[in-house]
């Protein structure tokens, strides 16, 4: 049971333009939404999370936006940049303690 | 501040063989997760641990795989008599929790590559 869905399992945009990834989930007791980059053979890398009380959270080039009624979730990258290309995991949480995971969007930023 | 470590980085290990894969939390974090990432494929959960205590083991197969977090020293992850399906790459991570709190984000060690042979 998937519990969490990244139904893109790869993405190519041109460099300055803007990354789209998407993300829905089931289960509607989960509460903060997290997004992690990993480039191969490192770990993944913590970029923004957002907790469900707010639709939109910014940091700098990224930002991720949550839409409650639809359990979808989105990471905009704008503008994209090269180093930028990584494999992007969703992850939710529902104030216990288990991070669930989707299956991960490979980007890749053409220069 | 050091991350989380995991080692090995690589281990090789025989069909049959044990592995212990190594975790030491960031530091002030007392609790640990190890996921597994096959190939092709996203981080599934294994098992949740805080100092002393298996808090959630749902992910983890029931035999020949086992994990500690002892009062000293860092989370074992160990998984007896290897078979080439056990091949993947394992991560551990950690976090600082206040109670329930779900809005922390867990930090992840560069995880360890386990190859059988």
């Known amino acids: 049971d998937q519990q969490v869905k990244q139904n893109s399992p790869s993405l190519s945009v041109q460099e300055g333009r803007i990354s789209i990834l998407n993300c829905d989930y089931t289960n509607s007791m989960f509460d903060y939404f997290l997004w992690y980059k990993k480039y191969p053979a490192e770990g993944p890398t913590f970029l923004i999370s957002?907790?469900?009380?707010?639709d939109k959270n910014e940091d700098g080039r990224f930002t991720v936006f949550l839409n409650k009624s639809a359990k979808h979730l989105s990471l905009h990258i704008v503008p994209s940049q090269p180093g930028d290309s990584a494999v992007y995991f969703c992850a939710a949480n529902s104030g216990t303690y288990k991070y669930i995971f989707g299956t991960g969007t490979r980007l890749k930023v053409l220069a | 501040n050091a991350g989380v470590m995991q080692n090995p980085r690589h281990l090789v290990r025989r069909r049959g063989q044990e592995a212990r894969l190594r975790c030491s939390p960031m530091k002030g974090h007392s609790h640990v997760y190890w996921y597994r990432q096959l190939p092709e494929e996203g981080l599934k959960f294994m098992v949740y641990l805080q100092k002393e205590n298996i808090i959630d083991e749902s992910g983890m197969p029931k035999e020949r795989f086992s994990a500690e977090f002892p009062k000293e020293g860092p989370s074992i992850l160990r998984i007896q008599q290897v078979v080439r399906g056990d091949s993947a790459a394992y991560f551990c991570?950690?976090?600082?929790?206040?109670?329930?709190?779900?809005?922390?984000?867990?930090?992840f060690g560069q995880g360890t590559r386990l190859t059988v042979v």
């Open positions: 991570a950690s976090s600082q929790r206040q109670g329930a709190v779900s809005n922390t984000e867990a930090f």
């Open positions: 957002i907790s469900s009380i707010k």
